[in-house]
Antibody, heavy 120, light 107 residues
Framework: EVQLVETGGGLVQPGGSLRLSCAAS????????MSWVRQAPGKGLEWVSI???????YYADSVKGRFTISRDNSQNTLYLQMDSLRAEDTAMYYC??????????????WGQGTLVTVSS | SYELTQPPSVSVSPGQTARITCSGD??????ASWYQQRPGQSPVLVIY???KRPSGIPERVSGSNSGNTATLTISGTQAMDEADYYC??????????FGGGTKLTVL
């Protein structure tokens, strides 16, 4: 059974930093494509970042240069380092396994999410 | 950047057929996926590669994609189908693109 468990959310001041973790079981983060998706309170889903099995990384324009996606293969864990946080980064953050191949992309397993609140 | 447009809300009576649309430029040339999100829960994949259902998704849930529009169809709608639904595709940027979401109300 696949399980994704996000941790690391919390309250942080504008300009601060936070690192989110996504511990995986039932899949291997180094062999899969993994994404972070966020959802602001009462709003829709917004893709944040993806890391390919080969290690390439891509980001939404809204977080490029401020967020960094990475993984620890030995811990089978995905990370999202968030720097220079802004009020508009306040959201529930989900990690999800992403199936990407020849123009096909879908997210088939999702975690329960971790809430990030950016406020003074 | 690529955009997907969904109606904010769709209403349906129990037992009737609900159709939720998702529009994007030449979307039919791409693959569409759909997610269901009940209040307070994480999204769940219900359709991928335009028409395929993951295991555990009932046959009354179906998808299509042609031209500029992908459609999620739920036949024999039940109270448990009341949720937010999001379409999604893959852009060559590369990027995962989501629609704005549609709230399905079962009256």
């Amino acid at each position: 059974e696949v399980q994704l468990v996000e941790t690391g959310g919390g309250l942080v001041q504008p300009g601060g930093s936070l690192r989110l973790s996504c511990a995986a079981s039932g899949l291997t983060v180094s062999s899969d494509y993994m994404s972070w998706v966020r959802q602001a309170p009462g709003k829709g889903l917004e893709w944040v970042s993806i890391i390919y099995s080969a290690g390439r990384t891509y980001y939404a324009d809204s977080v490029k240069g401020r967020f960094t996606i990475s993984r620890d293969n030995s811990q089978n864990t995905l990370y999202l380092q968030m720097d220079s946080l802004r009020a508009e980064d306040t959201a529930m953050y989900y990690c999800a396994r992403s199936r990407v191949e020849s123009g096909i992309c879908f997210l088939d397993y999702w975690g329960q999410g971790t809430l990030v609140t950016v406020s003074s | 950047s690529y955009e997907l447009t969904q109606p904010p809300s769709v209403s349906v009576s129990p037992g009737q057929t609900a159709r939720i649309t998702c529009s994007g430029d030449k979307l039919g040339d791409k693959y569409a996926s759909w997610y269901q999100q009940r209040p307070g829960q994480s999204p769940v994949l219900v359709i991928y590669e335009d028409t395929k259902r993951p295991s555990g998704i009932p046959e009354r849930v179906s998808g299509s994609n042609s031209g500029n529009t992908a459609t999620l169809t739920i036949s024999g709608t039940q109270a448990m189908d009341e949720a937010d639904y999001y379409c999604q595709t893959w852009d060559s940027s590369p990027a995962v693109v989501f629609g704005g979401g549609t709230k399905l109300t079962v009256l």
